[in-house]
């Protein structure tokens, strides 16, 4: 599989329910300690920063995807 270059950062805290957009499975919800790739920002409905990520497993598939608040979020260097 093709390595990816997307930035990378590191979940602060687990995110409520109805911001997962995708979970593969009960025991793949965010949990803080998951290390996701950004994919897009934007302004939450408050006036927030919000990013779309992506969790994805050891062999590339889609662990869960979701939205996060900047503040959810520790960026990985």
């Known amino acids: 599989m093709k390595a990816r270059n997307s930035p990378k ?9 109805e911001r997962v957009e995708y979970a593969a499975d009960c025991d793949s919800y965010p949990k803080a300690g998951d290390i996701v790739e950004l ?3 934007f302004t939450g409905p408050h006036g927030e920063s919000m990013g779309m990520v992506v969790c994805r497993n050891a062999d590339g598939g ?3 995807t979701g939205d996060v608040m900047d503040s959810e979020i520790e960026l990985l260097r």
């Open 62 to 64: 889609i662990k869960w």
């Open 39 to 41: 994919d897009q920002g």
């Open 9 to 17: 950062a590191q979940l602060l805290t687990g995110i409520p329910a």
